[in-house]
């Protein structure tokens, strides 16, 4: 069961998510289903896709990683004490 518009995403992925996030959230559930996955193979797949580029902040609200991700440096490791 793809969704073919944001618009018919389940709401609590509409309430949750800022558009950008329901955009990857949407092209990564279809990918998956059309792979065979279940439906709830699929949402797993679709959460993890948008927790790589974007993270609930501490009042609840989803905001994009910074580029590198947090406590990250410009090469993408921990600087050395």
Do not use: C
């Not at 073919?4 to 609590?12: D, H, K, S, V």
């Not at 949402?43 to 896709?49: D, H, L």
Request: proline letters at 6%; aromatic letters at 8%.
């Amino acid at each position: 069961m793809a969704y073919e518009t944001l618009e018919q995403l389940p709401e609590t992925v509409k309430s949750k998510l800022p558009r950008g996030a329901q955009q990857i959230f949407l092209a990564a559930f279809n990918s998956a289903t059309s792979d065979g996955l279940s439906k709830d193979g699929a949402e797993k797949i679709a959460w993890n896709s948008v927790k790589t580029q974007y993270q609930q902040s501490s009042n609840g609200e989803w905001e994009t990683i910074p580029e590198g991700g947090p406590g990250r440096t410009s090469t993408g490791t921990m600087p050395h004490s």
